[in-house]
Nanobody
Framework: QVQLVESGGGLVQAGGSLRVSCAAS????????MAWFRQVPGKEREFVAA????????FYADSVKGRFTVSRDNAKNTVYLQMNSLKPEDTAVYYC????????????????WGQGTQVTVSS
């Protein structure tokens, strides 16, 4: 069992930066691939970024590639999403998720989810 808690969301102006964090509790965090998804009201939750258990090759949605960076610190049981050059269309609730299957872009592949943190980008 893994519990995930996101933090670090908030309000930022367009062009600004924000880092959100996801703290995990429970055993075997380092054996899970971790991902970030986001969701706006009335739309499906969408994949943002993912990182394998080893912290090797990372994966990004085209919409955030070059602006967002996902990383993890297994010693701290934490995964991060650094968001730069933010745009109003990045406004959403951001969720972290854990998967035993490895890096995937589908929500159905993830076993555990956090409660989400709101990120709002003003124009």
């Amino acid at each position: 069992q893994v519990q995930l808690v996101e933090s670090g969301g908030g309000l930022v102006q367009a062009g600004g930066s924000l880092r959100v964090s996801c703290a995990a509790s429970g055993r075997s965090f380092s054996s899970y691939a971790m991902a970030w998804f986001r969701q706006v009201p009335g739309k499906e939750r969408e994949f943002v970024a993912a990182i394998p258990w080893s912290g090797g090759s990372t994966f990004y949605a085209d919409s955030v590639k070059g602006r967002f960076t996902v990383s993890r610190d297994n010693a701290k049981n934490t995964v991060y999403l650094q968001m730069n050059s933010l745009k109003p269309e990045d406004t959403a609730v951001y969720y972290c998720a854990a998967s035993k299957l490895g890096v995937r872009t589908s929500t159905t592949s993830y076993d555990y989810w956090g409660q989400g943190t709101q990120v709002t980008v003003s124009s």
